[in-house]
């Protein structure tokens, strides 16, 4: 499509957004990166994936932008997209975690609704002409059916978090009731790749397993995911974000479709690291789910939605990525 305005990418230093501003600069887009910088993890992470964009974006003569300021707040909020005036918004900024939300559910609140809020008005004031929301899959709670379809009935949500990414979905949903902006809600499934947040599993199992740590995990191994790799990932955000206005308000899954059980996750770790990992088995965490699998009728269909990477590769490069340093 047409360049017709910068588009505005929140969450633009996380593991996500970092991939999707690169992407975006290689098509020719320019792009507005917005970040709080949320201590949920090390900044100087965040920064790292900042820098790594830089350097993207001056190598392909490319137009990035950095603001650093919390969307929760509305004055730096409306300010900025009142002189950006973005083509649209792919808003990917949240506070992650399941188990952590159970701790403190009024910060996600405020983190992940309010602040939608406010990017879905101030994108209406400032005549966007679409925005891209990320969901997650845990809004399917502890569903029995299998694979996850976007029509399953989703309002058993089993953390806070989960509550949060579906209030999302509802206010895209009467954004674009009340205002005809094209909105897509993105169903993500257990993203994983360079970049990864070091609080993920296989980040952390990678590295505890290759120094021969002692690692935890939660259940007797039986529990799945369907786990997604970077790249597919951000070809779906892209095609949602080139194909919402042909749909007005849509819900689509992105992931694997292929899940992958807790201990077959484990061997393969062990294989690429060339260690055997050393297990201390706990109890299931309140507000995980036993396991996750995407149903990608709809966005293969409407989106041209399909991974290519498959999961034992997808860790390689992860690991490789660990090993050079960032």
Request: glycine share 8%; aromatic share 8%; net charge neutral.
């Amino acid at each position: 499509m047409a360049d017709s305005g910068p588009i505005i990418v929140t969450g633009a230093a996380g593991f996500i957004g970092s991939h999707l501003c690169e992407r975006l600069l290689a098509m020719g887009r320019r792009v507005v990166g917005v970040d709080n910088f949320d201590p949920f993890y090390d900044p100087a992470i965040k920064r790292t994936n900042i820098a790594e964009i830089r350097r993207s974006a001056e190598r392909l003569r490319a137009s990035f932008e950095l603001v650093e300021f919390d969307l929760a707040e509305t004055a730096p909020t409306r300010a900025l997209f009142e002189r950006v005036k973005p083509e649209g918004v792919i808003h990917l900024a949240a506070k992650a975690g399941v188990r952590p939300s159970i701790a403190d559910p009024a910060a996600y609140a405020r983190a992940n609704v309010v602040a939608t809020a406010a990017v879905l008005e101030e994108s209406r004031r400032a005549g966007a002409s679409r925005v891209v929301v990320a969901s997650s899959s845990s809004v399917y709670g502890n569903a029995s059916r299998v694979p996850f379809s976007e029509d399953d009935p989703v309002n058993e949500p089993v953390s806070p978090y989960a509550a949060t990414k579906r209030a999302n979905e509802l206010q895209c949903h009467t954004h674009w009731h009340l205002t005809k902006m094209p909105a897509a809600c993105l169903r993500f499934f257990t993203v994983y790749g360079p970049r990864q947040r070091p609080d993920l599993a296989i980040s952390t199992f990678l590295g505890k397993i290759s120094r021969r740590e002692d690692i935890s995990v939660f259940g007797d191994g039986s529990s799945s995911r369907d786990y997604t790799y970077i790249d597919d990932i951000v070809s779906g955000v892209v095609a949602s974000y080139e194909r919402i206005d042909q749909f007005g308000y849509r819900v689509w899954n992105l992931g694997g479709s292929a899940p992958v059980r807790l201990d077959e996750m484990l061997a393969t770790i062990s294989r690429v690291v060339g260690h055997e990992p050393k297990i201390t088995r706990l109890p299931m965490q309140p507000g995980d789910v036993m396991r996750t699998w995407a149903d990608l009728s709809r966005s293969t269909r409407e989106l041209g939605y399909s991974p290519t990477t498959g999961f034992e590769d997808g860790v390689r490069k992860q690991w490789e990525w660990m090993r050079k340093g960032p």
